[in-house]
């Protein structure tokens, strides 16, 4: 595909700088980039986006697509071992079971778990003309992404909302672990493009701006809000180690020897205790993680244990530097750790789990036969919408692609899919198109030398490997006050 000519737009030099030092603070991932063509007007349809991973932007080429009235472009984020962020995204989809506009309750509900964890003070955007909704919560200062996209997610998950495209989506997500390859996170389209439909919005979700400036002045007051502090940092690697054990088995109880093997591993640091200075935070994160986990306490039960194993462990009177305040921290920490584990073999305390969800759907079905067909969709729809997340590691051949999927299920449900079963019309019905797309994908990436005039781009709007970015600290901008009279005039846009 041939390059296009991208619009020259008039700016002032002043104006320009603006916007390049906001892009350049908050947007500054140029890797691995998406674009499409802007029509300036919603069909229903959305934007035909193209990664593009043959080149990559720098602050003045992204500067130059931005103010393109015809041009789209979205940012990923650094997917560098140790890579930083210094905001997140949720996006709400128009249509989805989250937006204010149908679920005011679940929307506000959603909003004050995100509170609870120290993300107070949200920046909203109408995405585009589509009216999607786009959640930015900037940070006093950049933390770990991966970590980052464990809080958000498990945020969500406690609010027992489902995360899926369409309906919700996180910006970093908690993408795929593939030990032989790096992979992407999700990229994101940007905020008030001209000409997008994209508008900053007040706290009432009324129209505010269509200026970029001022969505960057509403972000530097956001940043000064959720403070990145000691509590925040340790909610991080909280959010992050539950994931990774869950991910890899640790929860799954008849996985013993994972199981034996965290447990003997908690139960080892705890009875070491403190072997120096500087350890406090870690000690208390694993012994209320070993009551929550092995031992099922909660609440003031759990408190107690957290600060009778503290004041009894060794090494506390000669290295813990925090006397003074343990019972405050014993309790925080018991407090965090009951959002983020469970006891082993119970019900996690997240999204509804897929049994429990499918147990809801088939409570009515009386006959047999039914239940088990039901069963059967279910399960396989819900590994089909795991592969669809990852489509560019999934075999194309038929046969290849089955086994695979069979294979997805036994890791997810503990039961696989017969050859026999899939090939039913029942069932072929659903992975048939899902195999369509994964074909198309493993076209869609045919190497750059195998292709004679056009420059290598991937759909879907996903993965390749990145440069870490470092950033830069960057003056404080002034927040931007819109007038009463303006803010009247501009809240006929909103439904």
Not at 27 to 37: K, Q, V
Not at 50 to 57: G, M, V
Not at 141 to 157: H, Y
């Amino acid at each position: 595909m041939t390059q296009r000519k991208l619009k020259n737009t008039a700016h002032n030099n002043s104006e320009l700088h603006s916007i390049n030092q906001g892009l350049s603070k908050y947007f500054n991932h140029y890797w691995s980039f998406i674009e499409a063509r802007n029509l300036g007007h919603h069909d229903g349809k959305k934007p035909n986006w193209r990664t593009e991973t043959s080149f990559s932007l720098n602050n003045k080429t992204l500067l130059r697509r931005f103010i393109d009235p015809d041009s789209l472009v979205g940012v990923r984020f650094d997917t560098n071992k140790g890579s930083v962020v210094n905001y997140c995204l949720v996006d709400l989809d128009t249509l989805g079971r989250v937006h204010p506009v149908e679920y005011p309750e679940t929307f506000q509900k959603l909003l004050d778990i995100f509170e609870e964890e120290g993300l107070v003070t949200p920046v909203f955007v109408q995405s585009s003309y589509s009216r999607g909704l786009h959640i930015f919560f900037a940070l006093s200062e950049a933390v770990n992404t991966f970590n980052l996209a464990c809080l958000i997610k498990r945020v969500v998950e406690r609010a027992r909302i489902k995360i899926e495209d369409g309906h919700l989506e996180l910006f970093p997500n908690c993408k795929f672990f593939n030990k032989n390859q790096v992979t992407n996170y999700k990229a994101h389209r940007l905020p008030l493009q001209p000409n997008s439909g994209s508008l900053l919005l007040n706290d009432e979700l009324e129209p505010e701006s269509d200026n970029f400036n001022d969505f960057i002045a509403h972000m530097d007051f956001s940043a000064r809000k959720n403070i990145v502090d000691e509590e925040f940092q340790e909610k991080l690697l909280l959010a992050r180690e539950s994931i990774e054990k869950e991910r890899f088995g640790f929860f799954n109880v008849r996985n013993k020897s994972k199981v034996a093997e965290w447990k003997a591993d908690l139960e080892f640091s705890i009875k070491l205790g403190w072997t120096g200075t500087g350890q406090t935070n870690e000690l208390l994160r694993i012994i209320a993680t070993y009551g929550v986990v092995f031992l099922g306490l909660e609440g003031d039960n759990l408190y107690q244990y957290v600060l009778a194993t503290v004041l009894n462990a060794p090494g506390y009177i000669e290295y813990c530097n925090h006397h003074d305040d343990i019972e405050r921290r014993c309790r925080e920490r018991a407090k965090n750790a009951e959002k983020y584990y469970w006891k082993l073999g119970s019900t996690p305390k997240r999204e509804i789990a897929w049994k429990d969800a499918f147990n809801e759907i088939r409570s009515g079905v009386v006959n047999g036969n039914e239940n088990t067909k039901l069963n059967t969709i279910q399960r396989l729809t819900a590994v089909l919408e795991e592969i669809k997340k990852a489509l560019e590691f999934v075999p194309a051949a038929k046969t290849a692609f089955l086994k695979f999927l069979s294979k997805k299920s036994l890791e997810i449900f503990k039961v696989g899919f017969s050859f026999s079963t899939l090939k039913q019309e029942a069932y072929e019905a659903l992975w048939l198109p899902v195999l369509t797309l994964v074909m198309e994908t493993s076209i869609a990436v045919v190497p750059v030398e195998a292709s004679v005039t056009e420059p290598k781009i991937e759909t879907p709007v996903e993965e390749v490997a990145v440069v870490e970015t470092v950033i830069a600290p960057q003056p404080e901008t002034p927040l931007i006050v819109i007038e009463e009279a303006e803010k009247k005039s501009k809240n006929q846009f909103w439904i």
